[in-house]
């Protein structure tokens, strides 16, 4: 079936880098996705999202690219710092009418070293 | 700001055993969902509910129901659990296509 993956499994950056988390999709009639940060206990927290209109969006520190073209996504973070540090799920919002779900990547451990 | 609430926290069950997980919406929310994450894996859908009715249903085992109340809180009933059952459990709520929140979740150890 169709689904949604990463490419990195682990990530490990200094404090201050910048951070790029790959995805790639492969349901070509997506159309909203949706970057997860997820720590250790904790429920998955919404990051940033994207619609197939557009192919940049930024908030604060990060930044979603969507490349429609070859079905990837990816998450750029700006001055990457400790707090940083989790697990980070691209998913796609699937569905019609008003049945929805979220489809979830598999995720990317992301370790700040100080 | 109000969040999903999830109870219990932490439950242990033992083998063949019943569990009722409990999920409260953001209020004005109209749609509930419920995802199950093993441990090192991505939250795999199980079940949602639209305006308390079942509105999409994922790889949730025939031992697993829920249903949504009046009062939009859901409830996951998960009979004769196995070891494999072990998992997080979340639910998350949404307005229609909206952001979808998570709560804390629910952490299930069968023994």
């Known amino acids: 079936g169709e689904s949604v993956g990463l490419h990195l499994p682990t990530l490990s950056v200094q404090e201050g880098d910048n951070s790029i988390i790959n995805c790639a999709y492969s349901?070509?009639?997506?159309?909203?996705f949706i970057w997860y940060k997820q720590e250790s206990g904790k429920g998955p927290q919404f990051i940033i999202d994207?619609?197939?209109?557009?192919d940049k969006r930024q908030g604060q520190r990060v930044t979603v690219l969507l490349n429609k073209t070859v079905k990837h996504l990816s998450l750029q973070i700006a001055a990457t710092q400790p707090g940083d540090s989790a697990v980070y799920f691209c998913?796609?919002?699937?569905?019609?009418?008003?049945?929805?779900?979220?489809?979830f990547g598999k995720g990317t451990l992301l370790t700040v070293n100080p | 700001a109000a969040g999903v609430i999830q109870s219990p926290r932490h439950l242990i069950k033992e083998k063949r055993e019943t569990a009722t997980l409990k999920c409260y919406p953001i209020?004005?929310?109209?749609?509930v969902y419920w995802y199950q994450q093993g441990p090192g894996q991505d939250p795999q859908f199980l079940i949602s509910?639209?305006?308390?009715?079942?509105?999409d249903k994922g790889s949730i085992p025939d031992r697993f129901s829920a249903q949504q109340f009046s009062d939009y809180h859901s409830e996951l009933n998960m009979s004769s659990l196995e070891l494999g059952d072990s998992a997080l459990y979340f639910c998350?709520?949404?307005?229609?296509?909206?952001?979808?929140?998570f709560g804390q979740g629910t952490r299930l150890t069968v023994v």
């Open positions: 998350a709520s949404s307005v229609g296509t909206g952001e979808t929140f």
């Open positions: 349901n070509s009639a997506s159309d909203y």
């Open positions: 994207i619609r197939s209109n557009m």
């Open positions: 998913a796609e919002n699937i569905g019609q009418g008003s049945n929805y779900k979220l489809t």
């Open positions: 209020p004005r929310h109209d749609t």
């Open positions: 509910f639209y305006e308390k009715m079942q509105s």
